[in-house]
């Protein structure tokens, strides 16, 4: 394994989210978990270093941090939950995925990972408010009216015959008295 005495978090995460790294490295992300663990500020550093590394303008090395990300999630426990879960990390978060800051100059794949990682966490760890509010807050695309939406009106009833023709229907004032005394409202109707 690469396990080195010493090493820092930095030195952890940057091997880990080496842009040059042709798939994750699960040996350097383990690392980076357990070195986190060890340290007593671990978590503050980590979730630090792990913003600026998810902000990245390489794609690939900003999923390599989101998947870092995940797995401390996972493998670093509460102190590390309770780091992430801080509005000034997950303000971090959200400015990747927001248009108003690095939204648009980031990838459809990095903002794509970013939502499902809040919207997990909402689940996982539902005693977090501050992540369910982070997952609110966040910008949504404007989405089209469903197609299956009933219209306001409902639809005009299809005529059926002078028979059945509205202006020949009895009204509550009498059986002979018509709904409407002149011509139907219906074009193909002659009443």
């Not at 989405?143 to 299956?148: M, T, V």
């Not at 008295?177 to 139907?184: D, G, I």
């Amino acid at each position: 394994m690469a396990e080195a005495e010493g090493e820092s978090l930095e030195s952890w995460l940057n091997k880990a989210t080496n842009p040059s790294n042709r798939q994750e490295d699960w040996e350097y992300i383990i690392g980076f978990c357990d070195q986190i663990n060890k340290e007593l500020e671990g978590p503050q550093i980590a979730v630090r270093l792990l913003a600026h590394k998810i902000q990245s303008p390489q794609e690939w090395e900003a999923v390599q941090a989101l998947t870092v990300l995940e797995a401390c999630m996972k493998n670093c426990g509460r102190r590390f939950h309770n780091e992430v879960g801080k509005f000034r990390f997950l303000n971090e978060l959200i400015k990747v995925v927001s248009p108003k800051y690095l939204g648009d100059r980031v990838s459809e794949k990095v903002k794509t990972k970013v939502i499902e990682l809040l919207y997990s966490w909402t689940l996982a760890l539902a005693e977090e408010s501050k992540i369910k509010d982070a997952q609110a807050a966040r910008p949504r695309p404007p989405s089209p009216p469903p197609a299956s939406l009933p219209s306001r009106h409902p639809p005009r009833p299809q005529h059926l015959g002078a028979a059945t023709c509205p202006a020949r229907l009895r009204s509550p004032r009498g059986p002979t008295a018509r709904a409407r005394p002149s011509a139907c409202w219906m074009r193909s109707c002659s009443a």
